[in-house]
Nanobody
């Protein structure tokens, strides 16, 4: 069983920045990737960013150049630095860890971008 705890969400003005953190703990054997999904109200969940075990990253097109995903392997922690935030970034952000055989999810943290 893997536990994921997100933090760092909150209210921010358009153009502002926010940094999300996600710490994984529990019975973790082999992490292939960690990353972030988000789900806006009444919208489909979408993949925002992923960082793989080899260090490569992937981003959803709308966040490229604005968001940066990083990790601290020693702490099993993944971060999402979000800059130049837009209204459409408002969503619940969910951390995930992919171990190949299973995928675990956090409970989410709310990010609200509003003027």
């Amino acid at each position: 069983q893997v536990q994921l705890v997100e933090s760092g969400g909150g209210l921010v003005q358009p153009g502002g920045s926010l940094r999300l953190s996600c710490a994984a703990s529990g019975n973790i054997f082999n992490i292939r990737a960690m990353g972030w999904y988000r789900q806006a109200s009444k919208k489909q969940r979408e993949l925002v960013a992923t960082i793989h075990s080899g260090g490569s990253t992937n981003y959803e097109d709308s966040v490229k150049g604005r968001f940066t995903i990083s990790r601290d392997n020693a702490k099993n922690t993944v971060y999402l630095q979000m800059n130049s935030l837009k209204l459409e970034d408002t969503a619940v952000y969910y951390c995930y860890v992919d171990e190949g055989l299973r995928r675990s999810w956090g409970r989410g943290t709310q990010v609200t971008v509003s003027s």
